[in-house]
């Protein structure tokens, strides 16, 4: 069927909304409607680092309708509202024992622009165009493996829950699978977007004492402290160590580091307490470290999380749950954009205007 997407044809292009070809969805696939979907970092990365095979049809944060089930689908319906998130086998071990964020193919699945079956379901013009994390969400409809689909409750608005795919899951899941901090406990989100903003709400939710939020835009501090921060540190006009021992009595046990700025990623570590944990989630380069100092005199940890750790199917249902229960307003980061407002709310992401930008793609 012909449908309209947004095309990326070449490293560092604009997205321009084109009319494309999507093919019927094969064995364990289904077709949905897109409602709406997320901008993330992740797909700036993609654009502007080349990540992924061009032309691509980029977008990992969709939700919308079911409208068409392949063959062998069993758990979903037509008409189903679903949240999409990002691809997994099913089938390693590290899949099999609640790890899809590590399977052993995750790489070639979510970046290597082909489905499961190494074929493609988008074309334009008898060229195939590759697709962003097993969905491309940057479209009018997508085609999907059944795995990263999640049914979703029908009661909440569908066009709010597309960054749960990731962003919103992945600083969510770092604090509730990953490190799982003790109530009580202490907890530094290092940035403000919508990952640690979605960390720092998962801290309130897990009882946390102490929620420390650092950032260099007041804003977003500010925002930080309605959704559960105790204190605001701005990175920019105080000493960040200092303050994080002082509010803690000698250090945080665990920190969430978001920015992927390795002078950050440092701080990160030296105001952990010992046998303190430290998690990475953003795009972070070349880091140096004094492995002594930062890490190792202290039994420090520093560990890597992707998408939160999480089980989609699993985790983001509960997700939705903590909303409605207003315990969880990730509302309250979101802005939406018509769709051929594609380029300016990533402009918007990226100078700090829109925490969480999303693309109302349909009604």
């Known amino acids: 069927m012909q449908i309209k997407a947004a095309v990326t044809q070449a490293l560092g292009h604009d997205f321009e909304w084109q009319a494309v070809e999507l093919a019927e969805p094969a064995l364990g696939e289904i077709r949905v409607r897109i409602v709406a979907t997320g901008v993330c970092h992740t797909d700036a990365v993609a654009r502007d680092l080349g990540i992924a095979p061009f032309p691509i049809v980029l977008g990992h944060e969709g939700a919308g309708v079911v409208e068409a089930l392949g063959e062998g689908v069993t758990g979903l319906e037509v008409g189903d509202h679903v949240v999409l998130s990002f691809g997994h086998c099913g089938g390693c071990g590290h899949c099999l024992t609640g790890h899809p964020t590590v399977c052993d193919t995750f790489n070639a699945l979510n970046f290597g622009g082909a489905m499961d079956d190494g074929s493609h379901r988008l074309a334009r013009d008898g060229e195939a165009l590759a697709t962003f994390f097993g969905q491309s969400s940057f479209a009018t409809h997508a085609v999907v493996s059944a795995r990263n689909a999640v049914k979703v409750d029908p009661e909440v608005d569908l066009a709010l829950l597309g960054p749960l795919g990731c962003g919103i899951q992945t600083g969510a899941g770092t604090v509730l699978n990953r490190l799982k901090p003790e109530f009580g406990s202490s907890l530094v989100v290092y940035g403000c977007g919508a990952v640690g903003l979605s960390a720092i709400m998962a801290a309130r939710i897990a ?60 701080q990160s570590l030296q105001a952990l307490k010992p046998l303190g944990v430290s998690a990475i989630v953003g795009v972070t380069p070349e880091v140096t470290l004094d492995v002594h100092h930062d890490l190792m005199a202290e039994g420090k940890s520093m560990i890597g999380v992707i998408e939160g750790d999480s089980v989609p199917r699993v985790f983001i249902p509960q997700l939705v749950a903590y909303f409605k229960e207003g315990r969880f307003p990730f509302d309250r980061l979101v802005k939406f954009y018509a769709p051929e407002q594609i380029n300016e709310a990533f402009e918007d992401s990226k100078n700090g205007t829109t925490v969480k930008p999303v693309l109302k793609i349909a009604d």
Not at 209 to 216: K, L, N, Q, S, T
Not at 219 to 246: K, M, P
Request: charge should be negative; hydrophobic fraction near 35%; proline fraction near 2%.
């Open 207 to 266: 009882g946390c004492r102490h929620i420390i939020a650092v950032d260099v835009h007041d804003s977003r501090l500010e925002l930080a402290r309605e959704l559960g921060a105790t204190h605001a540190i701005n990175g920019q006009q105080e000493d960040t160590i200092e303050r994080v021992r002082e509010i803690t009595g000698g250090g945080s046990q665990f920190a969430v580091e978001t920015t992927g700025v390795p002078v950050v990623v440092r």
